[in-house]
């Protein structure tokens, strides 16, 4: 691997945009794919194909974290209190505005005892009070060991950067419930996780691949990757008579594929920005922790006081433009936070 190979920061800012918008298309597509069986086929798909292509943003996000914190070295302590002072601020703010939203909603409710009042608060903040911080949580867990992977991937050589990866990959396979009975008595899931996505986007950053590994070999590569999703979580779904997740799952071999290939493709990418164009771009990805944390709170708003959803047009519209309706109020939210007095500890 070669050493201190100057980053290029211009495609990870790409990416990070990218991978923001994805997220937010998983989480709009999700319901139409929860109404298997209940909806025409042909509107399902639309689900189905969006969900799938989106199932990148989040392993993407680690990948970049991997790219751009692995490669310096950096004392554990120095670095948890720079990491963490980061997002554990914006994190229980957001996590509080959640906890708020569901007793408005009463998901829950509060009574005149003021302990059992905390306890419930507490609860929420253990387990998450919505369902898209446990990036987040993941997130705390990660940058405890990145001070250590760090050591081990800026001395490894390439052989054994690629010995953890093929562990890592291949525990994951044996995970998975077509080849569980392969899964020998040998504990090999010191290997599995999150962990696996940061060495592989420390990997692929740095790596000069031959030139016949072009753009289009990566983006070839995407697409029948994502064909496989969609067609099997299809069929699973015909074989399993109801929604089968399999496919889509964060630390599965179908989504490693398509990250890294869509990892990939994000770094051959050069984008001719405009000053104007790139000074947007750079605002935006600002905000994507902000853009993050708050979207499913929009997302859910526009869809109870407007309707606005993947209802709204047919679903090949309805989707990406309900996903699109998000993340500009998403970043409009976090950027008129980040005004107010201590607003940018809440909103980047």
Sequence with gaps: MPDNKPQQLDWINNLRIVAMYMVVIVHTSSPLIMQYGKVANSYWFWGDL??????????????ITGA????????PIPFLKKRLGRIIVPFLFWSLIYVAFGWYNEDFTFTADTWANIKIVLHQLKYGSSYHLWYVYMLIGLYFLIPILGKFVRNASESELLYFLLVWFGVMMIGQPYLKRFDPQVDLHYFAGYAGYLVLGYYLAYKDFPARFNRTW??????VTLAVIVVGTYYTAIY???????????????IVLLSGSAFMVGKLTNISWSPRAKQ???FIGGYTFGIYLSHALILRLIDDELNINYT?????????LTAL???????LLVYLLSKLPLGKWIST
Excluded at 218 to 223: A, E, H, P, V
Excluded at 240 to 254: A, I, Q
């Design 50 to 63: 969006y969900n799938a292509v989106s199932r990148f943003g989040v392993p993407v996000f680690v990948m």
């Design 218 to 223: 990566f983006s070839i590569f995407f697409l």
């Design 325 to 331: 309706i998000c993340f500009i109020l998403s970043l």
């Design 280 to 282: 947007a771009r750079d």
């Design 240 to 254: 399993y008579k109801g929604l089968s997740t399999m496919m889509y799952e964060p630390v599965s071999p179908t």
């Design 68 to 75: 751009l914190l692995l490669n310096r070295d950096q004392e």
């Design 312 to 320: 709204l047009f047919h679903p090949s519209v309805g989707v990406p």
